[in-house]
Nanobody, 122 residues
Framework: QLQLVESGGGSVQAGGSLRLSCAVFGYTYMTYSMGWFRQAPGKDREGVAAIDSDGITTYADSVKGRFTISQDNAKNTLYLQMNSLKPEDTALYYC????????????????WGQGTQVTVSS
């Protein structure tokens, strides 16, 4: 079982940057895949970025070239570096994990964090 705790959200002006973190607690001795999702008010949740157990990453077209997903296995922490932020990036951001070697972008994950709010003003 895994517990996920996000941090790093906040308010920023358009063009700014934020780095989200997701600390992973629990049984981390098995390989697992992770992803970042976001949900804006009145919209469906969408997959933003994913990383599999081999470190291969995928991104939604809307964030490609601006966001970078990475992980520090020694610290059991997942990151999402967000640059060139736009007002349309405003959402509640969640990290997710699953004991699978690969989960497709926006796919089904077993474990979820509580979310961290990102607000981008124009």
């Amino acid at each position: 079982q895994l517990q996920l705790v996000e941090s790093g959200g906040g308010s920023v002006q358009a063009g700014g940057s934020l780095r989200l973190s997701c600390a992973v607690f629990g049984y981390t001795y098995m390989t697992y895949s992770m992803g970042w999702f976001r949900q804006a008010p009145g919209k469906d949740r969408e997959g933003v970025a994913a990383i599999d157990s081999d470190g291969i990453t995928t991104y939604a077209d809307s964030v490609k070239g601006r966001f970078t997903i990475s992980q520090d296995n020694a610290k059991n922490t997942l990151y999402l570096q967000m640059n060139s932020l736009k007002p349309e990036d405003t959402a509640l951001y969640y990290c997710a994990a699953d004991y699978s070697d690969y989960v497709p972008l926006g796919g089904v994950y077993m474990y979820w964090g509580q979310g961290t709010q990102v607000t981008v003003s124009s």
